[in-house]
């Protein structure tokens, strides 16, 4: 995360935190390098969180150590790794319309409670948010409302164009400096194959890296970075908290939280990640935060529950979320690694039923990240988790063709159709019971040949062929043999 007073590596990811509270230890971080200066009528609902003491002593220019979001007049939406560490009664909020930390015009206010999402993960950031509530309301300045699941659809979908702002560094690396008025950022949201998918992605002739999907969780976090003047334009330390801003006009929305970057901030190894918003409306709703249009008219994303394939498709099983509008239909997708989708569609069944659908057309043996979607009247939700797929089914069902008993005490067995179906096979076997015995088995060899010895003589045994692969087990029918 980004904070302003203290930083620590998240050793794993090689980043560096955000803002953090003086004398406390903070997540992973962002500011705005090589921005422009603000201020600018679409962020008058920037605020900066600051430690309450050192705002007495040394005013807020020296005491700010994350961002926020007006959402009301009463509550700001910010990081919870700006706050995790820290009460209300030692933080304060301050709107400032000409975006000077140390002007007189600003307006500061104490902070009555703290609101952070219950399952925020510090290792991995991902539930980066949290809510505040004001002990008095900020007034004339026009708050911005969060975008829902249905409008993230665009003014966060790949390549859309954004914006971040904030008092954080406006160098690349330590030691920080600091701006007392804040910058702008324009960037450009990654799409998910750069974002979770490990791809690097071009903005303007630049190439960034992208993160992979031990990094980034895709569905609670978004990537994004700028070029301007042939240098990456990010967020940096200090700018923890702070809104990215997607749309225009009357049709700006609170798309993202500034929640962490890399150690080096505005370079070409990786984009800033920013807290998808729409992926928390659940808590913000709950935190007394107004949204226009209400996100309960959006269901919320399925659970995909299985996904078996064949080698040319694979059939995924979803499972509806248990609160929410109900869906109408489902839509799972299969992206290669180019990042092309392929897709089928099916109709929902009354909850709490679960929906199967086939993708085909797939490639053998490519690796497919899979995920899906309900609808209800048209609006979308958000993806489900992704996994990972390879197409190769179930073996093909074996046949035993021959089945004869030798003197002694053995079977000897010709099958066929021995195959894995793109998937190497790790067990192939005639297996023979009986009641009352042990069971005995033997393994099929070249030409499909296998001896099944140690059978009890007079005894009628039930014999079939198993084959086993990756994905499963495939049995012949019966055969039936009396050892001699």
Known sequence: MRARFALIAVVALALAPAH???????????????????????FDALVALGDRSRYRQLGMDRAQFCGGTLASPTLVITAAHCITDTTARSIVVGSYPDGELSSRSGRVVDVAAIKVHPDYRPDTQVGDIAVLTLAEPILGVTPLTPATAREARELAAAGAAVSVAGWGAVNHRDPWRYTSTYRIGRLVVFPAS?????????IDGVEFAGYGPGAVKSRYMLCAEGVRG??????????????????????????????????????????????????FTDFLVSAGVPFTPNPTDEPLAPTITRVTSTTHSITVTMAPAGRGIAPDEYVASARDPRGDVTSCKVTAPPRPETARCTISGLVVAQEYAVSAIAISSGVPSLASDEQIVTPAGLPSRPRIIIAHAEPGGVAGFVVQNIRGNGSPLTDKRVRCTAPGHPSRSGIIREQGI????????????????????????????KARVTAR
């Open 20 to 42: 953090a509270l003086a004398g406390t230890v903070a997540p992973p971080s962002p500011r705005v390098v090589n921005g422009i200066a603000g201020p600018s009528p679409e």
């Open 230 to 279: 042939g240098e990456p334009v990010d967020s940096c330390v200090g700018d923890s908290g702070g809104p990215l801003v997607g749309g225009t006009g009357s049709d700006r929305r609170l798309v993202g939280v500034v929640s962490w970057g890399l150690n080096r901030c505005a370079t070409t190894r990786g984009p800033g990640v920013y807290t998808r918003v729409s992926a």
């Open 194 to 202: 750069s974002c979770g998918g490990g791809e690097p992605y071009t």
């Open 450 to 477: 296998a001896l099944v010895s140690r059978l009890a003589r007079g005894t009628t045994y039930s014999c079939v062929a198993v084959v086993t692969n990756a994905y499963g087990t495939a049995t012949s029918t």
